[in-house]
């Protein structure tokens, strides 16, 4: 069994920055990529950035460059860093792991950029 407990997240200006954490507890073996979506209101849940065992990293178009995706050296922990945040970064982000076939969310963590 794996669980993911985020934090970090709330209410900040265009421009500004963002740090959320997602703390998985469980066993980690096998877990080949750690991965960060958003669901913003009225709109389907997209990926938004990935990282993997071997620490090579993916972006969204729409964040690269402002986000930056890491871990802990423990790999119990991943980080996503947000800079130069826009309104229409607003939503709720979860941090996702794929173990053995069955996939496991983080409980959302809301993230409002006001213009």
């Known amino acids: 069994q794996v669980q993911l407990v985020q934090s970090g997240g709330g209410l900040v200006q265009t421009g500004g920055s963002l740090r959320l954490s997602c703390t998985v507890s469980?066993?980690?073996?096998?877990?080949?990529?750690y991965r960060w979506y958003r669901q913003a209101p009225g709109k389907q849940r997209e990926w938004v950035t990935g990282i993997n065992s071997g620490g090579n990293t993916d972006y969204a178009p729409s964040v690269k460059g402002r986000f930056t995706i890491s871990r802990g050296s423990a790999w119990n922990t991943v980080y996503l860093q947000m800079n130069t945040l826009k309104p229409e970064d607003t939503a709720i982000y979860y941090c996702n792991v794929i173990k053995h076939g069955r996939e496991y969310w983080g409980q959302g963590t809301q993230v409002t950029v006001s213009s």
């Open positions: 469980g066993s980690i073996n096998d877990i080949i990529w």
